[in-house]
């Protein structure tokens, strides 16, 4: 096997290109808990389910980014990771002034 950066980004050490694999636990969650928040829009189950789905991709995003299968999936894990708590930093902030 070569030692490109193709190979190091994207393989894993067995030498499989990895960069979808089939949805694990906490994926299905945050699809189904997202699809539901168009269905309950205000209210209780929304922020319930809000708080379900952010903690199901928090959950994917640390395993990605601990126990990804290549360095693409470790990198994707920390973006996506990033990217939830910048969402929810600014949902914090915007609650904020509209109370104060």
Known sequence: MNNTWFD???RNSNGEVVIGQMPNIPIIVWVLATLL???????QVNIGLDLLASSALFVWAIGELFQGESH???WLGLLVLIALMTTKIQQVSIANNRVG
């Open 8 to 10: 190091n980004f994207f």
């Open 37 to 43: 928040k168009v269905v309950y829009k205000t209210g």
């Open 72 to 74: 693409f999936r470790q």
